[in-house]
C-alpha cells in the first residue's frame, strides 16, 4: 500500500491538501488487516500482464491490453467487485452494480465536470472516478475507506497505458480538511449510511468551491414530509440511518446553504441494475434476495423496496 502515498506525493494537482491526505492515510495504512498480503500478491500478478489504452464502450471501462482468461484468478482474488463493469482485455468483470445505468442518468450534466476538479465520495473501486476523468475532468480525488477497493482501483489503474487524473486515498469525507478545493462533488450512495446526514452535508458545503457544483444520490421514500428510520436494518444493511421523501432532501439541503436544488432522476433499482455474479463470490446476496419474495415492491423487513433520487444543487 506504499503505492498509495508515492501517488498522492507526486500528484501536483492536490498540492493544498497534499499533506492532510498523505498525514491520514499514513494512520489509515498502520491500521492491520489480514487480507492484505493476499491483495497485494494478486496486485502485483495484475501488475505483469501489460498495460493498454482504456476507453468507455457502454457499459464497460474497457482496457485493450493482452490480458486472458488464464490470469482471471487474480482479479477473483480482489473480490467482491461491487462496482462496474470492466473489460479487461478478454477478461469481462461483471460487478454486481451496473453502473453504467446510473452514469446514463446523468447525461444532462457531463458538460459541468469538463475541465473540473472532482471529488468522488465513497468511490468504491473508483468506476464512477474513471469516467469522471474520461468525460474530461481536470482532475478527481476519491476517498474510499475501505482497502479492498482500493486494491481493485491500483489494479485497474496499473493496466491503463497512460494512467487518468485520478488520485486515490482510503479515507473518510470528515478526515479531509475544509479547504474549498473542489469544483464539482460526488456523493452517490452516502448520505443515509450517515448518522448525521446535516454534518456530512455541511462538510461537503465546506469543501465546495462558492461556484461549485453538488451532485447527491441517496435512497427516497414516496410521500411528503416522510422520514424512515430502520429499527434495526433496511434490506439487509445495518448501517442505514434515514431514508427522507424528496421534499424532505430539499430541505436539508436548504438548511445547509445549497442553493438551486434540482431533481434530476428517481429510479427504483431493479435486479438488471443490481445482482448476483461469479465477481461477488460464492456466499455473497444481492438485491433479490433483499427483497420480498412475494412483492418485489417491499424489503425482506416489509419496508418499500429501495428507490434512489439523484439531485443537483450549488
Avoid at 112 to 136: A, C, H, P, Q, T
Wanted: glycine share 6%; net charge neutral; with cysteine.
Amino acid at each position: 500500500m506504499k503505492e498509495i502515498l508515492k501517488l498522492i506525493a507526486s500528484n501536483a494537482n492536490i498540492n493544498p491538501i497534499k499533506e492532510d491526505l498523505i498525514r491520514e492515510t499514513e494512520i489509515v495504512l498502520s491500521q492491520k488487516n489480514g487480507n492484505i498480503p493476499k491483495w497485494e500478491r494478486s496486485l502485483e500478478s495484475i501488475k505483469q500482464f501489460g498495460t493498454g489504452q482504456v476507453r468507455y464502450t457502454d457499459p464497460y471501462i474497457h482496457i485493450d491490453n493482452s490480458t486472458t482468461q488464464d490470469s482471471i484468478d487474480s482479479f477473483l482474488e480482489l473480490r467482491p467487485w461491487r462496482k462496474g463493469p470492466y473489460q479487461v482485455g478478454n477478461i469481462s468483470i461483471d460487478s454486481e452494480w451496473d453502473g453504467s445505468l446510473k452514469w446514463k442518468r446523468l447525461e444532462s450534466i457531463f458538460h459541468l465536470i469538463r475541465d473540473k476538479e472532482v471529488l468522488d465520495i465513497g468511490s468504491g473501486n473508483g468506476y464512477f472516478s474513471f469516467l469522471l476523468s474520461l468525460f474530461g475532468a481536470k482532475h478527481v480525488l476519491a476517498i474510499e475507506p475501505f482497502l479492498l477497493f482500493n486494491y481493485q482501483f491500483h489494479a485497474i489503474n496499473s493496466l491503463i497505458e497512460e494512467p487518468l487524473n485520478i488520485t486515490m486515498a482510503p479515507l473518510r469525507l470528515e478526515q479531509l480538511s475544509n479547504q474549498k478545493e473542489f469544483d464539482f462533488i460526488f456523493s452517490m450512495g452516502v448520505l443515509y449510511h450517515q448518522k448525521n446526514h446535516l454534518s456530512h452535508l455541511s462538510k461537503i458545503k465546506n469543501l465546495l468551491k462558492p461556484d461549485g457544483y453538488f451532485l447527491l444520490e441517496t435512497l427516497i421514500v414516496d410521500g411528503k414530509n416522510e422520514l424512515i428510520v430502520p429499527k434495526d436494518r433496511y434490506a439487509k444493511m445495518r448501517n442505514v440511518f434515514n431514508i427522507p421523501s424528496i421534499d424532505v432532501i430539499e430541505k436539508w439541503l436548504a438548511k445547509t446553504g445549497f442553493k438551486n436544488i434540482e431533481l434530476i432522476d428517481v429510479n427504483q433499482t431493479k435486479p438488471i441494475e443490481q445482482r448476483k455474479t461469479l465477481w461477488i463470490g460464492d456466499q455473497t446476496e444481492s438485491l433479490e434476495d433483499f427483497l420480498d419474495k412475494y412483492d418485489s415492491n417491499k424489503t425482506i423487513e416489509g419496508y418499500p423496496a429501495p428507490k434512489r433520487a439523484m439531485f443537483l444543487c450549488n
